[in-house]
């Protein structure tokens, strides 16, 4: 059973020596007996690379809402997986699950399982296009799916004809985002890091405008150019610059979601941004809140019902990128603090 683990904390930008793939020696595909009662054995087949992993990786700080990663043990994450055996009657042999396993190749998942995995009932692998692959778990099925549904509908409370803004627009949750903000009728612009990712923006996601903002000089100016008369929603991917010149671009009464801040994840202590244009806050009446997805799990049956049929009929484009082989999944994880990714960065281990 090969693994990767987090060899020691990070500081600064993560690289592939932070991590290591240990082999690990043959694995009864059933279990042993030894497990709690209520354990489950799965076949992991795909693994999701997610900005929040960074956080996880340094010494544990006091604002982290997750237990950060403990240096010699397997890394932890979003992933699919196959069910091999069971000793909870909710989950049999044969059984598609999605939800927290490990960097490997297969996990023993503890009681409560229902805690981490939840079963697959909605995939057509076959299907040639409009289908739902069984990777679309790790995204919009998965849980950057329910953090851009719920960061847009419940947190920005959209209305028809309003302006939004998305940064990180091409990545998991901003191509999400983008589309979901075309539905319910606002015009909504992107920033992205390429001119290859500016161009998906407007051709695939229909956003109705991008620019990239590494080529932009001034960002206040980019945004007024893209915004005349203001932007009413901000949904926040990066943070540093890029939210102090959306602070200066707010109309009065906008509202600013805080999903994640991603340009600061990789900066040490004292390096990072502070935001000095805060007192748009009082000025423009502005509500700036942020969200974790765990705390709207419960909203994800809503969600799916919701989503499913836009996938089928291609209402919503999503685009993945695929690393394979475990031994790529370090590489393919700090990719994402590069821009590297070209939309929903995850890993494909072993065949569907
Ligand atoms: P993405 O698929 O968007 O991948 C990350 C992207 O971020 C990169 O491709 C890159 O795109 C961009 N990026 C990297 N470094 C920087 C930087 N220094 N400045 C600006 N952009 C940068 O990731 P996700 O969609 O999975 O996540 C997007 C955000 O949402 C992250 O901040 C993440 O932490 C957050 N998140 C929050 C959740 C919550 O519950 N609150 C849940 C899930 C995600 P580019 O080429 O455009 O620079």
Redesign the pocket.
Known sequence: NRRVVLKEYVEGYPTEEHMELVPGGEVPLRLTGDEPAGSVLVRNLYLSC???MRPKMSRPLRESYTAAFVPGSVITGYGVARVLDSSDPRFAPGDLVWGITGWEDYSVVKPPVTAFLAKISHHDAAAAGGGVPLSYYTGILG??GL?AYVGFHEICAPKKGETVFV??A?????QLVGQFARLAGCHVVG????KE?VELLKSKFGFHDAFN?KEEPDLAAALKRCFPDGIDIYFE??G?V?LDAVLLNMRVHGRIAV?????QYNLKEGEKDAVRNIGALIAKRLRMQG????DHKHLYPKYEAWVLPYIRDGTLAYVEDVAEGLENAPKALIG????R?VG??LVRIADD
């Open positions: 997610d900005p929040y849980m950057p953090t940064s990180a091409s990545g998991a949750v901003g920033s992205a890091g390429s990712k903002y991917n990066v540093g890029m999903c994640g801040l991603i340009s969200f974790i997805e765990p994402l603090f590069h821009g990714n929903k960065q």
